[in-house]
T-cell receptor, first 112, second 111 residues
Framework: DVKVTQSSRYLVKRTGEKVFLECVQD?????MFWYRQDPGLGLRLIYF???????EKGDIPEGYSVSREKKERFSLILESASTNQTSMYLC???????????FGQGTRLTVV | GESVGLHLPTLSVQEGDNSIINCAYS??????FIWYKQESGKGPQFIID?????DKRQGQRVTVLLNKTVKHLSLQIAATQPGDSAVYFC??????????FGQGTELSVKP
C-alpha cells in the first residue's frame, strides 16, 4: 500500500514563526503536491514538484516555499507564519502524470 | 438526487436511491480526471478515474461520465448507502501532471 506520511497531525505556531511541514512517501513517486483546504474553498494547490529539486507554483504560492532535496520528501515552508495561513494542509504524491495522487492524513495548522 | 457542481455544494439523498454528483472542469487541455471521496478528518481517497479518450467508465457501484464538449464530469453512485456520506471532489490533471481540484459536493444519505 502507498503510504504518504505527514509529520504532524496538529500544529500550533505563533505569528511570525518559520514553520516547516514535512511529507514523506515510500513508493518512489515522481510527483508530489501541497494543498491547503479551507471550508467552502475546497483543495487549493500551493506547490507541485515533478522531480527532485524541481518545483512549480500552484494557484496560491504567496507566503509559502517548498523544498525537495530527496525524492521521497517534500517540505512546505511558511517563511513568516500569519493568522490567514491557519488551515488544513494536505500532501499528496503520484507515480507519474497519468495516475491518481495518494494523500496523507493532513496537518491542521493554527497560527495564533 | 443530483447536484449542480460548484453552485450546489450539498446533496441529500435517500438510502437506496442513486446519486449524481456533477462537476465542471476548467482546462480544455486536461486529459485525466479523478473522483475523490473525503470523509471527516481524513485525506481524500481515490474512487475512480477516466482518461480523455473515454466518455464512460464503471467501477463497483460507481460510474463516471465525461463530456469534453462542455467540460463536464459526473459521478453516479448506485444504491447509495450511509457509508457513502462524505464530500466528493472531482480533479483534473493537465499534461504537465498538475492536479487541480473542484470545490466539492457534500453528500448526505438519509436512512
Amino acid at each position: 500500500d502507498v503510504k504518504v506520511t505527514q509529520s504532524s497531525r496538529y500544529l500550533v505556531k505563533r505569528t511570525g514563526e518559520k514553520v516547516f511541514l514535512e511529507c514523506v512517501q515510500d513508493m518512489d513517486h515522481e510527483n508530489m503536491f501541497w494543498y491547503r483546504q479551507d471550508p467552502g474553498l475546497g483543495l487549493r494547490l500551493i506547490y507541485f514538484s515533478y522531480d527532485v529539486k524541481m518545483k512549480e507554483k500552484g494557484d496560491i504560492p504567496e507566503g509559502y516555499s517548498v523544498s525537495r532535496e530527496k525524492k521521497e520528501r517534500f517540505s512546505l515552508i511558511l517563511e513568516s507564519a500569519s493568522t490567514n495561513q491557519t488551515s488544513m494542509y494536505l500532501c499528496a504524491s503520484s507515480p507519474d502524470r497519468d495516475t491518481e495522487a495518494f494523500f496523507g492524513q493532513g496537518t491542521r495548522l493554527t497560527v495564533v | 438526487g443530483e447536484s449542480v457542481g460548484l453552485h450546489l455544494p450539498t446533496l441529500s439523498v435517500q438510502e437506496g436511491d442513486n446519486s449524481i454528483i456533477n462537476c465542471a472542469y476548467s482546462n480544455s487541455a486536461s486529459d485525466y480526471f479523478i473522483w475523490y471521496k473525503q470523509e471527516s478528518g481524513k485525506g481524500p481517497q481515490f474512487i475512480i478515474d477516466i482518461r480523455s479518450n473515454m466518455d464512460k467508465r464503471q467501477g463497483q457501484r460507481v460510474t463516471v461520465l465525461l463530456n469534453k464538449t462542455v467540460k463536464h464530469l459526473s459521478l453516479q453512485i448506485a444504491a447509495t448507502q450511509p457509508g457513502d456520506s462524505a464530500v466528493y471532489f472531482c480533479a483534473e490533471k493537465d499534461q504537465g501532471g498538475k492536479l487541480i481540484f473542484g470545490q466539492g459536493t457534500e453528500l448526505s444519505v438519509k436512512p
